[in-house]
Nanobody, 122 residues
Framework: QVQLVESGGGLVQAGGSLRLSCAAS????????MGWFRQAPGKEREFVAA????????DYADSVKGRFTISRDNSKNTVYLQMNSLKPEDTAVYYC???????????????WGQGTQVTVSS
């Protein structure tokens, strides 16, 4: 069993930055690939970024490539999402999720956090 808790969301002006954290608990947490997804009101949950269990491989949605960076510290069982040059269209609830391998789709992820709200004002 793995529990995921996100933090770091908030309100920021366009062009600003935020860093989200996802703390994982459970003996096998560091063995999972981790992903960040987001869901805006009235929209489906969409892929943002993913990282494999060792941190050697990352993947990004085109909409965030070059602006967001995913990383992990397995000694702390924590995954991060550094978000720079934020835009109003980045406004959403951001979720972290764990899966056996890096996946771009929500299905296949075994565990989800409760989400953290990110609001970008124009």
């Amino acid at each position: 069993q793995v529990q995921l808790v996100e933090s770091g969301g908030g309100l920021v002006q366009a062009g600003g930055s935020l860093r989200l954290s996802c703390a994982a608990s459970g003996r096998t947490a560091s063995r999972y690939a981790m992903g960040w997804f987001r869901q805006a009101p009235g929209k489906e949950r969409e892929f943002v970024a993913a990282i494999n269990w060792s941190g050697s491989s990352t993947d990004y949605a085109d909409s965030v490539k070059g602006r967001f960076t995913i990383s992990r510290d397995n000694s702390k069982n924590t995954v991060y999402l550094q978000m720079n040059s934020l835009k109003p269209e980045d406004t959403a609830v951001y979720y972290c999720a764990a899966s056996p391998i890096s996946l771009r789709v929500p299905t296949g992820h075994d565990y989800w956090g409760q989400g953290t709200q990110v609001t970008v004002s124009s």
